[in-house]
């Protein structure tokens, strides 16, 4: 029985981990953050103080890493048996993930990783390639994007309801640099798959999203 696949795909902050964890929940298909292994990547090379630079550092440790996520009402990510939740989170992660995912080498060694979460009764999976490279079969295919200032807009209000300090600048040349870096990459690069849904969040409820990408399921 083929298993069937909704990819969301689309720049950072465009709310893609709220609607594909909403449409999995609602669906009860499980959920890939494919963002999240680059980012425990990321956490995995800061904490040992290797070069980010560095490809063949990089990819082995990307071989080597054992990731477990615990997909409850919370994602929560443990890292060689460490739960490392809440420093995936951190902008300074985000950064870093996108600087290792350039990488060809690494993207390759973690190909097999994403597809394995491909499993009945179904998969949401949220990332950049999702579409392009990663299940390029999925029946159904969602470009979800926003405008650069309405992105950072919600990423400083986040920040700032769980107490951290935000500058709003900061975020918004961040989001900007993070954007350029994805899609100019050689491998894999953030772009829209021909046959994908595009919808533009910018001036959407959450709701209404989320209403737009079942439709297309159902
Ligand atoms: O989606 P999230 O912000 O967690 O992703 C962090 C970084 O990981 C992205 O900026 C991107 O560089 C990288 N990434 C990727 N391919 C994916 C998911 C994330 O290159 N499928």
Redesign the pocket.
């Known amino acids: 029985m083929a298993i069937p696949v909704l990819t969301i795909?689309g720049p950072?902050?465009a709310g893609?981990?709220t609607v594909s964890r909403a449409v999995a929940k609602k669906l009860g298909w499980h959920y890939l953050?494919?963002?999240?292994?680059?980012?425990s990547l990321a956490v995995l090379a800061l904490k040992e103080s290797v070069d980010l630079q560095d490809e063949f550092v990089m990819a082995s440790l990307a071989q080597a890493m054992e990731l477990e996520f615990d997909c409850g009402d919370e994602l929560v990510v443990r890292l060689n048996g460490e739960d490392v939740t809440a420093q995936?989170g951190l902008e300074a992660t985000?950064n870093a993930?996108?600087i290792v995912?350039?990488h060809p080498e690494v993207?390759r060694v973690l190909l097999q990783k994403?597809k394995d979460f491909k499993r009945l009764p179904g998969l949401v999976a949220?990332?950049?390639?999702?579409a392009t490279v990663?299940f390029p079969e999925a029946e159904n295919k969602v470009f979800l994007t926003a405008s650069a200032s309405e992105r950072a807009a919600r990423r400083y209000k986040q920040l700032i309801e769980k107490g951290i300090d935000a500058n709003i600048v900061q975020i918004t040349n961040e989001i900007e640099e993070?954007d350029r870096?994805?899609s100019e990459r050689k491998t894999?690069p953030?772009a829209m798959a021909n046959d994908a849904h595009y919808i533009d969040s910018s001036d959407m409820p959450l709701e209404a999203v989320i209403e737009e990408v079942l439709n297309l399921i159902h």
């Open positions: 795909d950072s902050g893609k981990g953050d494919s963002g999240s292994i680059y980012r995936l985000g993930a996108s995912a350039v993207r994403q949220d990332g950049r390639d999702m990663v993070r870096r994805d894999a953030l």
